[in-house]
């Protein structure tokens, strides 16, 4: 049928009246929804539905067979060809099986996350994950997924006449019909998958019904702040998704009007905080920084708490959560005002001392280049009279005791910034020590 369709060498036209492609049963189902004369004419097209119909169950069932598999791909890029060049509002029909279709093939049980998915870091920042083999076809789900999405309609309704049709300005909208808090919540499952690309279709879809699907965003955010929770306080930490749901809250936080709600405030100090606790926070900082650094800029206020609670949970063995939260407090530091700053000033310039004395070169090199950028170095200037003392101190004791010579060079970099910055105050706390 579709080859016919899309060869530029077939003569043969089908009979008048009688087209042949799912793409005319989308345009005649969207023209003939609203009266039963036209339903009728739809069951007259039992036989072409049905082939349309086989396709789709086809692509229903689980293939195991690499003939099979090869040809439920095939037949999935074909249906994806026809929904995209579709111009009409797919009928409620249609609609129904094709989700049922996608949710036959996506919701399925996943294997638990290994540690090594969890806990590896390569050079480029991303997470070794386990490529799916059935990601050569769940591809083409997601797609057909994401374009029905953008095809439902979220204003007309179905309901049912007396004579049992289904018409339109009744009932639910359409939308919800098929996309669910149970839908959501299977799709939400899937961002424990181990493949990487499976998790940021995932991501898409998400972010695609939480921007269309408004009646549903509270339930988003209360689920994924569920799985954020569960992960922290629930598991032992090896779970996937968790930098793709914060990239989602990153957008949605971003979103917040000024002055923040109380709940929102909430959300901050009993969600995202305490992330900075797992052993495995580096799989994803980055989005986790991004939503902190987000509330920081929108409520200047927080700034002080939020380094206080960082602190707090400072990690005591592990160097490479230690570099991720200096290089956090760098940007927030940047970002609060100095009154803000004046609150954690003390306890936040013993921690740095401590970093810069730290035996591990890593560590103590990050805590040096702190000085590298300008709005941290303008912020801590403002005051250096109250953390000289502290940080004196501890530069002056890596020019002498530190074991590493690229170290003992930054630090004499440093101390020859502090120095210009406030040199009666440096010599002062050198005296004092």
């Not at 279709?201 to 965003?217: D, E, L, M, P, Q």
């Not at 702190?370 to 000289?388: A, I, K």
């Not at 890596?398 to 910034?417: A, G, M, P």
């Amino acid at each position: 049928m579709l080859a016919q369709r899309n060869s530029p060498k077939v003569t043969v036209k089908p009979p008048v009246g009688k087209p042949t492609t799912l793409q005319f049963l989308f345009d005649l189902d969207s023209k003939c929804c609203t009266t039963q004369n036209n339903h009728n004419k739809i069951q007259s097209l039992d036989s072409r539905d049905e082939e349309v119909s086989s396709i789709i169950s086809f692509c229903t069932g689980s293939r195991s067979d690499d003939q099979e598999f090869a040809l439920k791909r095939l037949k999935l890029t074909q249906l994806l060809s026809i929904i995209k060049t579709s111009l009409t509002q797919i009928s409620y029909q249609t609609l129904d099986v094709l989700f049922k279709m996608v949710a036959a093939n996506l919701f399925r049980p996943l294997r638990p996350p290994s540690s090594a998915v969890c806990l590896t870091i390569v050079e480029d920042d991303d997470v070794i994950t386990i490529p799916s083999a059935d990601w050569a076809y769940l591809q083409i789900i997601y797609d057909i997924l994401l374009r029905l999405i953008i095809k439902l309609d979220v204003t007309s309704v179905l309901g049912e006449n007396n004579g049992g049709s289904r018409i339109l300005n009744q009932g639910p909208p359409m939308g919800e019909i098929f996309i669910t808090r149970t839908f959501i919540l299977n799709l939400l499952t899937l961002f424990n998958s181990d493949d990487l690309r499976e998790r940021d279709a995932v991501k898409n879809i998400i972010h695609r019904i939480y921007s269309k699907f408004t009646t549903h965003r509270s339930f988003i955010r209360k689920s994924m702040t569920d799985i954020l929770l569960h992960f922290t306080y629930e598991t032992d930490h090896r779970q996937n998704g968790i930098a793709e749901i914060l990239e989602i809250w990153g957008s949605i936080i971003n979103g917040f009007t000024v002055p923040l709600k109380d709940q929102h405030k909430l959300f901050l100090f009993r969600v995202l905080i305490p992330l900075h606790k797992p052993t495995n926070m580096m799989v994803y900082h980055r989005q986790l920084v991004y939503c902190v650094s987000q509330f920081v800029q929108k409520d200047g206020e927080l700034g002080g708490m939020v380094i206080g609670k960082i602190l707090r949970v400072w990690p005591v063995t592990n160097c490479l959560k230690e570099v991720l939260l200096i290089g956090e407090l760098e940007e927030i530091v940047g970002i609060i005002d100095r009154r803000q700053y004046l609150t954690v000033a003390i306890r936040l310039s013993n921690r740095i001392a401590k970093c810069i004395k730290s035996n591990n070169s890593q560590v103590a090199e990050r805590a040096l280049y702190l000085w590298n950028n300008e709005s941290f170095t303008r912020v801590v200037s403002q005051d250096m009279e109250m953390v000289s003392p502290i940080l004196v101190e501890a530069i002056e004791m890596n020019l002498k005791l530190h074991w590493s010579k690229n170290v003992q060079e930054l630090t004499q970099s440093v101390k020859k910034l502090l120095q210009e910055l406030n040199p009666l105050v440096y010599k002062k706390c050198i005296g004092y020590k």
